[in-house]
């Protein structure tokens, strides 16, 4: 089983449309999570943290659930510049060390 | 907005050959990592640095990458002799940890080709 897991996607939506995705996590010892947002040929750009009260900013709202270890990314009223490949980040903390896990990404296209 | 710079963007290389990417990362941010992301997959943490030191490598191929920091600033991520299968694209990324937490950010990436 992979550390971090995520929906396979590709999610293929209309404009407006509501979306959410997954990620599942099986280290119990992960401390932060992040969900990244990386254009096609492009670098990932943070997209926001994910606390465990659970956080919004503007159309998208991340959630963490602990004792299901997953998290999602819900997106409302979906523009077309939300098309992207979205990755979740998972990070163990030891000392000065933290591991990173990163899924292999859930692809969207917003269709007109 | 400050940005983390990596160089080349873009590396072609026969198998074989010695290749290495610099990377400068934002002012004042101890922490640097580099990754290395196959198309279709998420990053895969390649070293991590704390300053001048390293603080995880425990997934660098160590037979032939190797990477270094010297100053804590820039580092130097290098591959020899460079495999097929090496190639994706290398990411470099600095972060501060903060009160709120830790915050990464990213360069552009090199893209390596091995033919």
């Known amino acids: 089983r992979k550390e971090v897991e995520q929906d396979p996607g590709p999610f293929n939506v209309p404009e407006g449309a509501t979306v959410a995705f997954n990620c599942t996590y099986s280290?119990?010892?992960?401390?932060?999570f992040f969900w990244y947002r990386q254009d096609c040929r492009k670098e990932p750009k943070l997209l926001m943290s994910?606390?465990?009260s659970g956080n919004e900013d503007g159309r998208f709202t991340a959630q963490l659930n602990r004792a299901s270890q997953y998290i999602s990314l819900l997106i409302r009223d979906s523009k077309l510049s939300d098309s992207a490949t979205y990755l979740c980040?998972?990070?163990?903390?030891?000392?000065?060390?933290?591991?990173?896990?990163f899924g292999s990404g859930t692809q969207l296209t917003v269709l007109p | 907005e400050a940005e983390v710079a990596q160089s080349p963007r873009y590396k072609i290389t026969e198998k074989s050959q010695a290749v290495a990417f610099w990377c400068d990362p934002i002012?004042?941010?101890?922490?640097l990592y580099w990754y290395r992301q196959i198309l279709g997959q998420g990053p895969e943490l390649l070293v991590q640095?704390?300053?001048?030191?390293?603080?995880?490598d425990s997934q660098l191929p160590k037979d032939r990458f190797s990477a270094e920091r010297l100053k804590g600033v820039d580092s130097t991520l290098k591959i020899q002799p460079a495999e097929l299968g090496d190639s994706a694209m290398y990411l470099c990324?600095?972060?501060?940890?903060?009160?709120?937490?830790?915050?990464?950010?990213f360069g552009p990436g090199t893209r390596l080709l091995v033919l």
């Open positions: 980040v998972v990070i163990v903390s030891s000392g000065s060390a933290r591991q990173l896990t």
């Open positions: 990324a600095s972060s501060l940890v903060g009160v709120l937490g830790e915050t990464q950010y």
């Open positions: 002012s004042g941010h101890a922490t």
């Open positions: 994910v606390y465990s």
């Open positions: 280290n119990s010892a992960s401390q932060s």
């Open positions: 640095f704390q300053d001048e030191s390293v603080v995880d």
